[in-house]
């Protein structure tokens, strides 16, 4: 419908209400995010406004309340996007592309006011590559577990089993590694100081597998039956049908899935701040996963402590990277999960 | 026609040889992989002696025992003896997997025994080797023997003492010295998973249904493993935490005044005494004090985390719900609901800490300058709008048209409807959800860290509540620094733990338990509602 014909099918009686409650949302968001005016003032009118609409036109005036409540996500994402951009713009304005790939020293230096996120990119990308070579072969095969092996007896024991996995918080894991195998590997492997990329990708792993496996379980899971029938019918055995039907119908699900690990591993912040040593340097060599560097996350957590001007607005661009490849790896896992609905006809 | 000369059994019903010993062969290496892991985490460590005999060289001849087997059985059933259905040729997956094991294999060996600089090349073609063997030749005959021929050699490198209690290897470019205590179990655990992997093909006679044992062995061993992994994580922090968390608890029961009034005409009070029970749980009900005798608490934190808790469901789910009805009932599939979807997408990606910026960096500053209560209700209640949207949008889909159909036939208007019709119905799956969502943000840290913090280690809860002169005479005090949980457990890791590990192991006892509650409560309710609905 063009966008004339579509105003025309406005209900003129909903569009006063969404005139005036809407409007007076707006101006609050507006007097909270510039400090024009006192926000509770035009919070209080908001509240007015929309008591006297719940009250005599209730229809109407929930469709609109409800309407601005679908709105404040899209708000609260734009808000995210801006503030972040704005606080990261003077480093970025200082430093330019160095930011991203500067590789000879000097690379942090807070007194001298260099900026380089290389490091961190690098150890992001160790640590990411460990959790990723962990939780996406062993969350793939707990997936086709849960989905085409299991009895259903053992289907209801380890399907919370993964959810309460997922629901450890990450500094409990962070602890873990600090406490247990930060101590193990210096005492009975001898690395020499306390923490390695190797064992924060290695937690940062087994964080990420639960997601793994729910998300590639829901794939494997909307396979229709029907497939899986026929396969049968053809004499091939179970593990044949699983590998040669079910897993490349699902395909796109399974790669939606590890996507989604992988967003969570870059994301993962408390582990790997308490394993890592924090040491804004490259490991050396580079291919030393024993060394204890930094991830970009890490980096964050470490340093907001005493950290103003232009060093508080490098954290910000340390931010702005992770915000990006995140919602990269989250619109390319949405577009193949989409892809996947299409060709296998989804849920209805 | 006699049917019963025609036919034969089409299914047995008993074990034939082969699947005996080759199950006895699976179990061997399983058990070898069970006590490799409890010696890699020095738990039975493999130098300790049983009759004389060291656990390593232990591992070493069971691993032995199941690679011989292995090779015997794939030559028996290549000669004839062993009742088998092998295909003509191994799978590729078989050639690249015992190919990347054996290149591994001879280039460790020619890298550190022999000391070449050829270690590479050698590795490539002991690798092409193994893989050529493995996939062109018969499947009885390839897969054992190469990949059997593995199992055997680690195993005889273990039994031999050549990799065990003594050992050491330090790779030039990493900063690690391997040692045996390590060494030995990772070969086994390596040696016992490819073990089981073909003995479990050979109990299954080689063909389709062994290869189906075969990856059925190493899917069942991964998902046993996901389980123990996570009984060892909590049980862990269990024993350790339990001690300092429950220590100095002390209760009583005590005869107290429990009613006094006065008489006016005898001008005296009477008092009624009653029994009274007396609790007291040092580690909960205490803030952290720098006395001695007195045993620290995490008061303040609780307090902190329960206050953070009840904000953040109050601004989330209303929003939440309002915006997945919304989605659901009101808006069409177009260009609008995309966008929220993305949206709501994109925030349940969101790094932590990103939020925890983004409080730094907006509400912060707008919200008195100082951190805040009310900036980490803010924080955290964005970060659980999304997981409310998403599964409050599952569970509308999940009411049944009818029910909606049926109430517009009887003239109801269409927010009636969703007022009394489709959000009762929806709210087990809602509830659900929002308690799961809740004890996921109970447990986080990053967004706290950056705009919650108060003093580290705080001797008293924050007075939320205090007076006021007039109308409303309750004011809320939000806007001070507080601590929490997670907060708390980070600053006591951060602060330097050193002898104070008692207390950090109590945090961490009590943070687990406060988020698993919420897991166990959200999981047990969605088993009720689904029971109770049948679905």
């Keep these: 419908m063009t966008v004339k014909a579509r105003v025309a099918t406005f209900d003129p009686e909903t569009t006063a209400i969404a005139g005036v409650v809407g409007g007076l949302g707006a101006l609050t968001v507006l007097a909270f995010v510039t400090g024009v005016v006192n926000p509770s003032y035009v919070a209080g009118l908001f509240a007015l406004a929309a008591l006297v609409g719940v009250v005599t036109r209730q229809g109407p005036t929930m469709k609109v309340l409800l309407g601005l409540a679908a709105l404040s996500t899209v708000l609260v994402l734009g808000l995210i996007m801006v503030y972040l951009f704005v ?9 330019g592309l160095d930011l991203l790939i500067k590789t000879d020293e000097p690379l942090w230096n807070t007194n001298a006011d260099v900026y380089a996120l290389t490091p961190m990119i690098w150890g992001t990308i160790v640590t990411t590559t460990i959790a990723v070579a962990v939780a996406g072969p062993l969350g793939i095969a707990g997936a086709v577990f849960i989905s085409e092996m299991a009895p259903s007896w053992a289907r209801e024991i380890i399907k919370p089993a993964v959810e309460v996995l997922a629901g450890i918080p990450s500094i409990v894991y962070g602890f873990l590694g600090f406490m247990v195998l930060n101590k193990f590997m210096m005492y009975e492997l001898g690395v020499p100081q306390n923490g390695t990329l190797l064992i924060a990708g290695l937690v940062i792993g087994v964080m990420a597998l639960p997601t793994v496996v729910s998300v590639a379980e829901d794939a494997l899971a909307a396979v229709p039956e029907e497939m899986k029938s026929g396969s049968l019918a053809l004499g091939s055995t179970d593990w044949q049908t699983t590998t040669d039907v079910t897993i490349p119908a699902a395909l796109s699900g399974i790669s939606a899935a590890v996507l989604l690990g992988v967003g969570r591993a870059v994301g993962e912040t408390m582990a790997a701040v308490i394993i890592l040593a924090n040491v804004t340097e490259f490991p050396i060599p580079g291919f030393d996963v024993f060394d204890s560097t930094v991830s970009l996350t890490s980096l964050i957590a470490s340093q907001y402590g005493n950290a103003s001007g232009m060093h508080l607005s490098a954290l910000f661009t340390a931010g702005v990277v992770l915000f990006v490849t995140v919602m990269l790896l989250s619109v390319g896992s949405q577009l193949i999960e989409r892809h996947m609905e299409q060709k296998l006809g989804g849920n209805q | 026609m006699s049917t019963d000369t025609v036919t034969g059994t089409l299914v047995r019903s008993e074990s034939t040889t082969i699947e005996r010993f080759g199950m006895a062969l699976t179990a061997l290496a399983a058990l070898t992989v069970a006590l490799a892991i409890l010696g890699l985490f020095v738990v039975i460590p493999v130098s300790t002696t049983v009759a004389g005999i060291a656990v390593s060289t232990l591992l070493g001849t069971g691993l032995l025992a199941v690679g011989l087997g292995v090779v015997a059985a794939g030559i028996g059933s290549w000669v004839g003896p062993l009742e088998t259905d092998p295909s003509r040729h191994g799978s590729p997956t078989d050639g690249v997997l015992v190919g990347c094991v054996w290149l591994a294999t001879v280039g460790l060996v020619a890298a550190h025994t022999l000391g070449t600089a050829l270690w590479p090349l050698l590795a490539i073609v002991g690798g092409g080797l193994a893989a050529a063997g493995a996939t062109f030749f018969r499947e009885d005959v390839g897969v054992p023997v190469v990949g059997g021929g593995f199992v055997a050699f680690a195993g005889a490198v273990l039994a031999t003492g050549t990799v065990g209690p003594g050992w050491q290897f330090a790779p030039s470019g990493f900063s690690v010295t391997l040692t045996g205590t390590v060494g030995a179990p990772l070969i086994a655990f390596g040696g016992g998973l490819l073990g089981a992997w073909t003995a479990a093909r050979v109990a299954g006679g080689f063909g389709a249904r062994g290869r189906q044992n075969g990856a059925y062995a190493l899917i069942g061993t991964n998902a046993v493993g996901m389980l123990s992994l996570l009984l060892a994580l909590v049980g862990f922090i269990v024993s350790k935490g339990i001690g300092p968390a429950t220590q100095g608890i002390r209760y009583g029961i005590y005869w107290q005044p429990q009613l006094w009034f006065e008489v006016p005409i005898l001008d005296e009070y009477v008092i009624i005494h009653g029994p009274e029970l007396w609790f007291h749980w040092p580690f909960v009900m205490n803030g952290y004090t720098q006395l001695s005798e007195a045993i620290n608490g995490v008061l303040p934190a609780i307090v902190g985390t329960v206050w953070l808790v009840i904000g953040t469901v109050v601004f989330a789910v209303p929003l939440g719900i309002g915006a997945a009805v919304f989605l ?182 009590v943070l687990l338990l406060v988020v698993l509650s919420f897991y166990a409560i959200g999981i047990a309710s969605r088993a009720y509602f689904r029971r109770k609905l049948n679905q």
């Design chain 1, 87 to 95: 606080k990261a713009w003077p480093v970025v304005e200082r430093m």
């Design chain 2, 328 to 509: 659901t009932e009101y808006a069409e599939q177009g260009r609008f609901t995309s966008l929220i979807e993305i949206a709501t997408n994109g925030l349940w990606s969101t790094p932590s800490i990103v939020f925890g910026l983004f409080g730094l960096a907006f509400l912060v500053p707008r919200l008195g300058n100082t951190p805040s209560l009310l900036a980490g209700q803010l924080v955290l209640a964005f970060m659980l709008l999304p997981v409310v949207v998403i599964t409050t949008r599952e569970a509308l889909l999940a009411v049944p048209d009818e029910y909606r159909d049926a109430s517009a036939a009887l003239g109801v208007t269409k927010w009636e409807t969703i007022k009394s019709v489709v959000l009762p119905a929806a709210m087990p799956g809602i509830i659900t959800g929002v308690i799961l969502g809740v004890g996921r943000i109970a447990g986080e840290t990053a967004p706290i860290l950056l705009v919650l913090g108060s003093q580290p280690f705080p001797r008293t809860a924050p007075d939320i509540f205090s007076l006021t002169g007039g109308f409303p005479f309750v004011e809320l005090n939000l806007v001070q620094p507080a601590s929490a949980l997670p907060y708390q457990l980070y600053a006591v890791i951060s602060g330097g733990v050193g002898d104070d590990t008692a207390f950090a192991w109590g945090t961490a006892f």
